[in-house]
């Protein structure tokens, strides 16, 4: 799941070696914290929120067949 | 598009230090060469070196269809995905076994697919390209449903009198209503609500 969002922030910013994706697992959750150049927020945030919601969907499609919950943070 | 300018003894050499420069393959690149080495005179006057410029070669369409593919595997998703350019855009079509899970509720996910797809492959386009994506045929049985839906609905407002209101749909799926009834003599069609709740509403054509 990390590497799937990592994937897809790499190829929306302009410094890809910034990117960083942590995860949290608790039993019920996954949380991803996504991190990326303060300059890049703007490249995975979207107007009004649009791109990170994307991005949020594709990851929680991908975590359809595991039991946990995803949550995407971007910090 | 990224570029280089390469110096080196002799074109060879100038081309493959820009190439070096890149880390991309001779075929990817297109070269132009900036000026000719020349020996010095007779080790009095100092020789010149060969000058290229590189320009990377890109083409939306083939990065488009392995970014997706590449997106696929990281999804776990076992899927297929094929490539067309057509009318300037690129259609990307993804079959498989496990499609409902590309599609989501309403297609949200597909939308979704499709919005980081056009971003991640105009991010390095000059000009913007239109990217296109469906899995499993389901924009084209989309299309056909509302196709069907607008046209059932529009003779019951011509029988009854009274406007109609159709389910929420999408922006897309919106404008392909107002396009199939757009020059019709007896009905209208205008939107209302807001997103993600916007419905289209079928009425007679006012005086």
């Known amino acids: ?75 | 598009m990224r570029e280089a300018t390469g110096t080196g003894k002799s074109v060879e050499e100038a081309i493959e230090a820009a190439l070096v420069e890149l880390n991309i393959n001779r075929e990817d690149a297109d070269i132009t060469i900036v000026e000719l080495p020349s020996k010095g005179l007779l080790g009095i006057l100092p020789g010149k070196d060969a000058v290229v410029h590189i320009k990377e070669r890109f083409e939306p369409a083939l990065f488009a269809s392995e970014w997706l593919e590449h997106l696929m595997l990281k999804m776990r998703n076992n899927a297929r995905v094929g490539t067309k350019f057509q009318d300037g855009r690129i259609e990307l079509s993804i079959t498989g076994n496990n499609m409902g899970v590309l599609i989501g509720r309403h297609g949200q996910t597909l939308d979704a697919l499709q919005y980081i797809t056009t971003l991640a492959v105009n991010r390095k386009t000059p000009d913007f390209v239109p990217v296109h994506v469906d899995a499993g045929g389901y924009r084209e049985k989309r299309r056909q449903i509302i196709e069907r839906n607008a046209l059932a609905a529009k003779q019951k407002v011509i029988s009854t009198g009274r406007h109609i209101t159709l389910e929420p749909m999408t922006p897309a799926e919106r404008r392909l209503v107002h396009m199939v009834l757009g020059d019709d003599p007896e009905v209208s069609t205008y939107s209302v609500g807001e997103e993600p709740a916007r419905r289209v509403v079928i009425d007679l054509k006012g005086e």
């Not at chain 1, 910013?13 to 927020?41: F, G, R, Y």
């Not at chain 1, 994307?54 to 995803?70: G, H, M, N, P, Y």
């Open chain 1, 1 to 75: 799941m990390d590497e799937l969002l990592e994937f897809m922030a790499k190829s929306l910013v302009d410094n890809p070696d910034a990117v960083k994706v942590t995860k949290k697992i608790t039993s019920s959750d996954l949380t991803l914290a996504l991190s990326v150049a303060p300059e890049d927020m703007g490249k995975v945030i979207g107007k009004r929120g649009r791109i990170a919601k994307a991005l949020r969907l594709i990851v929680s499609a991908a975590a359809l067949d595991t039991d946990k919950r995803v949550n995407v943070d971007i910090i």
